[in-house]
């Protein structure tokens, strides 16, 4: 089943329930280990079956990318040891957006360490409120977080450099104020591999794209956002979640031998285009209901 589906089913299950105590939703994908690989180059998958963490070493110290749910450090820290390198080397730590199946773990995770925080610019305030200023999801418990503070506030282009690698921050924004979209290059043998991780390109049930005060940009910023993702040269095509880029297809062509399982210039452009007309048709939809 389509995992973005079950966790919009699931968000809107969670939300129509106006639980008054916390009670983080999580699927069993979410929390299910999945075997920690190299994707390319110095870039390794160390997430769960669908909850993507990325890390990046180098020979200054590693950084990572998305803590995911406060369950997921114990084995995101048991991946990165499964590969045989240091928790403790993980300088940086980034992430995909502000919602809690991606840096929930945060605060734990940078404790851990001894990590800095960089996240972008319009994420900062959802992120260090534990999502109390999240547009959406403000005044629902459940979807709140640890507050974490943050060390560099990123913009729209920022750089991250160590060790010799460098990525780049694209501000994706929509499905949330700051969505974050990474690219990087990896060589491998003698090839330049581009590689994107999409931050989100995902409408949720219940998101307002038509009059939204708390987010009136929102229909823009989707709309820079694919305007972004299409621009984007892209080899290797990964996402917040497993689910975006096929992980749990791609893996097993992998493990079998298949080093370019993951190299998808065509899955990418199709993942964008049918996210871009899932996007233009709820705008459609509530753009006619609009009284
Ligand atoms: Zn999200």
């Known amino acids: 089943m389509n995992i973005r589906r079950v966790f919009c089913t699931a968000v809107l299950l969670v939300c ?3 639980l008054a105590a916390k009670t983080t939703f999580e699927i069993p994908s979410w929390t299910k280990p999945f075997p920690p690989f190299r994707i390319a180059g110095n870039l390794y ?6 909850l993507a963490s990325y890390l990046i070493v180098t020979p200054k110290g590693d950084i990572l990318i998305n803590s995911s749910l406060e369950s997921s450090v114990p084995l995101i820290k048991k991946s990165v040891e499964t590969l045989g390198f240091k928790f403790s080397d993980i300088k940086i730590l980034l992430i995909s957006h502000g919602h809690y199946d991606h840096c929930a773990g ?4 940078l404790k851990l360490t001894g990590a800095k925080y960089y996240v972008m610019d319009a994420d900062v305030s959802v992120v260090e409120s534990g999502a109390k200023t999240d547009f959406q999801y403000g005044n629902h418990p459940e979807m709140q977080f640890p507050p974490t503070h943050v060390d560099r506030i990123l913009h729209d282009g920022s750089t991250v450099s160590l060790g010799g690698t460098v990525l780049t921050a694209r501000l994706t924004a929509g499905h949330t104020r700051g969505t974050t979209t990474w690219t990087l290059n990896e060589t491998e043998g003698t090839r330049t591999l581009r590689v994107v991780i999409v931050g989100s390109p995902n409408v949720n049930p ?14 823009q910023d989707y709309k820079h956002g694919f305007a972004v993702l299409n621009s984007l040269p892209c080899d290797i095509f990964l996402g917040a979640h497993g689910g975006y880029f096929g ?5 097993p062509k992998w493990k079998a031998g298949d080093k370019n399982a993951f190299i998808d210039p065509a899955g990418y452009k199709a993942y964008i285009a049918d996210r871009e007309r899932a996007f233009q048709a709820e705008l459609a939809r509530q753009q006619a209901a609009k009284p």
């Open 247 to 251: 992980l749990a297809a791609k893996y």
């Open 106 to 109: 945060s605060a734990a995770l």
């Open 16 to 18: 129509s329930l106006h």
């Open 45 to 50: 998958y160390v997430g769960s079956e669908d």
């Open 206 to 219: 219940g998101y307002k794209l038509v009059g939204n005060k708390s987010y009136p940009r929102i229909a």
